[in-house]
């Protein structure tokens, strides 16, 4: 019996923890066989990014042409687009496949600051790919960005997943790890049919955060493809990303990666 097959279009980590390497060790953690349209080339570690070369947008078309060509893809995930033109090209061929489930992480500024999305991309992602998306995923200051608002409570967080819901993701994820809440870590989701769930973990005291997002989407991504509900997608992926920040690794000398094989060995 085939696996689910998914398909990740991102930039590439060098320091492995976040980007395209983080998606393919979490596709490869839930079951689901990861295949991947790289984006740019990231000279990266857990100090910072020290560089940025993006892929020549015909590599970019032919990597999708060869994926499409030959996979029967369950599921997508988007992770750093860097400008847009590679906005426009990734939401021409999404266009195309508009019946496959999407989860948008709006990559916009790396762990250590760095900006991964140029300013100007900002409108594409909101008139182009948001209205592709299946699930949106933004952290606080992404939320911010797309939105235009201020987000400081939990009902700041309801508002602005509307308005993202009105640029048309069916379903919003509003991650609140970056909230001043010391205790707890309360992400929100709205759904489709207008049913809203918080999901409540509690914070950990660790600098071993790097590639959360990417690697809490790309869980949604691959539970969708099982054939998980968006709610219950969500709930696995929140638990899987809990576990990895949980159990550090410690590699590297700055942010560290989290530990993307915790949540398998916590449930042995």
């Known amino acids: 019996?085939?696996?689910?097959?998914?398909?990740?279009?991102?930039?590439?980590d060098s320091g492995g923890g976040a980007g395209i390497q983080a998606d393919i060790k979490t596709f490869q953690e839930r079951g689901v066989f990861g295949t991947s349209v790289i984006t740019a080339v990231t000279a990266q570690n857990t100090l910072g990014v020290q560089g940025i070369?993006?892929?020549?947008?015909?590599?970019v078309q032919k990597q999708l042409d060869s994926i499409f060509s030959d996979f029967t893809i369950h599921a997508?995930?988007?992770?750093?687009?860097?400008?847009?033109?590679?906005?426009?090209?990734?939401a021409d061929e999404l266009e195309k496949y508009s019946g496959t489930l999407l989860v948008i992480d709006p990559v916009m500024v790396a762990k250590g600051g760095a900006l991964l999305m140029e300013k100007q991309a900002l409108e594409i992602m909101k008139l182009?790919?948001?209205p592709l998306a299946?699930?949106?995923?933004?952290?606080?200051?992404?939320?911010e960005e797309?939105?235009?608002?201020?987000i400081q409570t939990k009902e700041d967080m309801k508002k602005a997943a509307k308005v993202l819901q009105k640029f048309g993701s069916k379903n919003v994820v509003?991650?609140?790890?970056?909230?001043?809440?010391?205790?707890?870590?309360?992400?929100?989701?709205?759904?489709?049919?207008?049913?809203e769930r918080w999901y409540k973990s509690p914070r950990i005291a660790t600098k071993d955060t790097h590639g959360t997002g990417c690697t809490f989407s790309a869980c949604i991504t691959a539970e969708l493809a099982k054939g998980?509900?968006?709610?219950?997608?969500?709930?696995?992926?929140?638990?899987?990303?809990?576990?990895?920040?949980?159990?550090?690794?410690?590699?590297?000398?700055g942010h560290g990666p989290t530990n993307h094989w915790a949540y398998r060995e916590e449930k042995k």
Do not use: C
Request: hydrophobic share 45%; aromatic share 4%; net charge negative.
């Open 1 to 12: 019996m085939s696996k689910a097959q998914v398909l990740t279009i991102a930039g590439s």
């Open 53 to 59: 070369y993006r892929v020549p947008l015909e590599g």
């Open 76 to 90: 997508i995930k988007t992770g750093m687009l860097v400008s847009e033109a590679y906005m426009e090209l990734v």
């Open 128 to 130: 182009r790919m948001v």
């Open 134 to 143: 299946t699930v949106l995923t933004p952290n606080i200051p992404e939320a």
């Open 146 to 150: 797309l939105s235009g608002m201020t």
């Open 174 to 195: 509003i991650k609140g790890g970056h909230t001043e809440n010391d205790k707890w870590a309360t992400d929100y989701l709205l759904m489709e049919d207008g049913k």
């Open 228 to 253: 998980k509900s968006v709610e219950k997608a969500v709930e696995i992926a929140k638990v899987f990303i809990q576990a990895a920040i949980s159990h550090p690794i410690e590699v590297g000398h």
